[in-house]
């Protein structure tokens, strides 16, 4: 009997996502205190709102989430302890954790908007 085998799936990674249309926000870091904590690569983005935002490394994306107002407020809330050990362990190997944000066009229905980002967040 001859063995099949087994292909290694790849993962989604930072670069899927920048292929897709995300484009970097930022990055995680350790502050003074140990805890990770967000910084952002310019100021000009303080302002990004209503967006899809991932945390990534070259390898894999971590986390997928949504943000109905500003994503600088979304990421000071907290995260589940599994998402923060996940960042903490990447950053403790020296591996870069990207936060990217994604925002769609603008979606018409019968002349209606539809706000995308709310929609999602339903989900």
Do not use: C, H
């Amino acid at each position: 009997m001859v063995e099949k085998e087994t292909e290694k799936k790849k993962l989604p990674n930072i670069k899927d996502l920048i292929d897709f249309g995300f484009k970097e926000w930022g990055y995680w870091k350790i502050n003074e205190d140990q805890k990770p904590v967000s910084e952002l690569i310019d100021e000009i983005l303080v302002t990004i709102k209503k967006t899809i935002y991932a945390f990534a490394t070259d390898e894999v994306v971590g986390y997928i989430g949504v943000a109905g107002d500003l994503l600088t407020s979304r990421l000071r809330n907290r995260y589940s302890s599994l998402v923060k050990s996940q960042i903490r362990s990447n950053l403790n190997r020296w591996k870069n954790v990207s936060i990217l944000y994604f925002q769609p066009e603008k979606l018409l229905y019968k002349e209606l908007e539809v706000d995308m980002i709310r929609g999602l967040d339903i989900l």
